[in-house]
């Protein structure tokens, strides 16, 4: 006996592979199950519950690492910009003391204009 999944289990599947066909997949595995199950939505019968599990187990399979690489990249890229922005606090403040040291000298070159005799 074929036993076909349901039509809100199909419709629930439809939107994943809608989702993942948004992706760029280059894994052959991936890949092959996706068509599979493409070709099985699409026929008048439905995927099977076998097909549904073998293709999800497909999605966790190649998603799974893909969200943890996508995190430890991002966690990546927020701690290069926490020292970026920290890097930037610092020279701004660094930019402060000298246009204060730069006033401060220039005040006592005017001064010593002032007093050299004429």
Known sequence: MRRTLDAAACERLAVLVAEIERFHITDRRMKGEHGRIVRALRDVRGPTLPDARRYLRAVERYFVPFEREARQRLADVERRLANASQLQFNLTAE????RKRVDATQGVL?????????
């Open 95 to 98: 930019r402060g003391v000298g």
């Open 110 to 118: 005017r001064q010593l204009q002032e007093c050299a005799p004429r």
